[in-house]
């Protein structure tokens, strides 16, 4: 009888084991059809496991989540939507982090989508997105106690992606969308959906994907910011963008924040002489935002952002 415990110690282990290492080799999250999706962990064999094995679960997720590599996902803006609501995730702890913009769309054909843009979220293992009832939910008891909706695994930690919305559902009563893991119950990010847009159309022509520039006939340039939904300076893009992730962490000015007061992913609009540039803090360094972001080169040449690293 004890060898059978064993042995059956050694296989739940195993699939753990291959349940939160798998995501280091599989690149694209919307793969739905994941090699060994099979012998991962169900929410019920999880809740089976004694207290100890499922708090070295949770650490290890945790730990996971830490170092774990973006997976990203670039879906298209649908045809000719109208935005109902929107709002900016914003990070539930010191270890799962969000941001970016959700909104709810509703398109020519009456169907509704959920929508990411400028998306990152921390990366972790069985990911879902939820609608919650609940407005602006901080843990992961508010979510639960309020009822939620979920919509399907997470496409993917990075990048613009759409989630279909089903047609009966009352979009009343629900005020955030949540990026949840199923298996342990922990609340990553949330987005507050604040019916903004009911009687403004969205662009027809969006000009593409956020950060697109385009070129004036006076030889300035406008981008499009998805949080305004207009095109916008350049400085006002860099501004908007980092609304969108809870505003500027330190500000602006000319010299940069001390490096052992920054954190990771921190935001900096540093002023030179030429103009301004946002900074970004990204591995262990001030970077260009447009560096870590990627919207468009042209950014690069903006301001003071030619000269940053002179």
């Given at each position: 009888?004890?060898?059978?415990?064993?042995?059956?110690?050694?296989?739940?282990?195993?699939?753990?084991?291959?349940?939160?290492l798998s995501p280091l080799f599989i690149d694209e999250a919307v793969d739905e059809d994941l090699p060994g999706f099979a012998?991962?962990?169900?929410?019920?064999?999880?809740?089976?496991?004694?207290?100890?094995?499922?708090?070295?679960?949770?650490?290890?997720?945790?730990?996971?989540?830490?170092?774990?590599?973006?997976?990203?996902?670039?879906?298209?803006?649908?045809?000719?939507?109208?935005?109902?609501?929107?709002?900016?995730?914003?990070?539930?702890?010191?270890?799962?982090?969000?941001?970016?913009?959700?909104?709810?769309?509703?398109?020519?054909?009456?169907?509704?989508?959920?929508?990411?843009?400028?998306?990152?979220?921390?990366?972790?293992?069985?990911?879902?997105?939820?609608?919650?009832?609940?407005?602006?939910?901080?843990?992961?008891?508010?979510?639960?106690?309020?009822?939620?909706?979920?919509?399907?695994?997470?496409?993917?930690?990075?990048?613009?992606?759409?989630?279909?919305?089903?047609?009966?559902?009352?979009?009343?009563?629900?005020?955030?969308?949540?990026?949840?893991?199923?298996?342990?119950?922990?609340?990553?990010?949330?987005?507050?959906?604040?019916?903004?847009?009911?009687?403004?159309?969205?662009?027809?022509?969006?000009?593409?994907?956020?950060?697109?520039?385009?070129?004036?006939?006076?030889?300035?340039?406008?981008?499009?910011?998805?949080?305004?939904?207009?095109?916008?300076?350049?400085?006002?893009?860099?501004?908007?963008?980092?609304?969108?992730?809870?505003?500027?962490?330190?500000?602006?000015?000319?010299?940069?924040?001390?490096?052992?007061?920054?954190?990771?992913?921190?935001?900096?609009?540093?002023?030179?002489?030429?103009?301004?540039?946002?900074?970004?803090?990204?591995?262990?360094?001030?970077?260009?935002?447009?560096?870590?972001?990627?919207w468009n080169d042209a950014f690069n040449a903006y301001g003071g952002c030619p000269h940053v690293f002179e």
């Open positions: 009888m004890k060898k059978l415990l064993i042995i059956i110690a050694i296989a739940v282990l195993a699939g753990a084991g291959w349940f939160f012998t991962l962990p169900t929410r019920a064999e999880v809740d089976a496991m004694s207290d100890a094995d499922r708090s070295r679960l949770a650490a290890a997720m945790d730990e996971f989540s830490r170092s774990a590599p973006d997976s990203s996902a670039a879906e298209p803006m649908p045809e000719a939507p109208r935005r109902l609501a929107a709002g900016s995730f914003v990070d539930a702890d010191a270890v799962h982090k969000g941001s970016g913009t959700a909104a709810v769309y509703e398109l020519v054909d009456g169907s509704r989508v959920l929508r990411f843009e400028d998306f990152r979220v921390t990366n972790g293992p069985a990911l879902v997105v939820l609608l919650s009832k609940a407005e602006s939910p901080a843990t992961a008891d508010a979510v639960i106690d309020a009822g939620f909706v979920s919509l399907g695994k997470l496409k993917g930690n990075v990048g613009n992606q759409n989630y279909t919305i089903p047609a009966d559902l009352d979009l009343a009563q629900y005020r955030s969308a949540v990026i949840w893991c199923e298996l342990f119950d922990v609340l990553f990010s949330q987005a507050a959906l604040i019916p903004n847009s009911f009687d403004a159309p969205a662009a027809a022509e969006p000009a593409g994907e956020n950060g697109d520039i385009r070129f004036e006939d006076d030889g300035s340039s406008l981008a499009w910011s998805d949080v305004r939904q207009a095109w916008v300076e350049p400085e006002e893009f860099f501004i908007a963008y980092a609304e969108s992730r809870g505003g500027l962490t330190w500000g602006r000015g000319s010299d940069y924040p001390p490096y052992a007061e920054v954190s990771e992913r921190d935001l900096f609009l540093v002023e030179l002489d030429s103009g301004v540039c946002l900074m970004e803090f990204w591995h262990e360094r001030w970077r260009r935002a447009n560096d870590v972001r990627r």
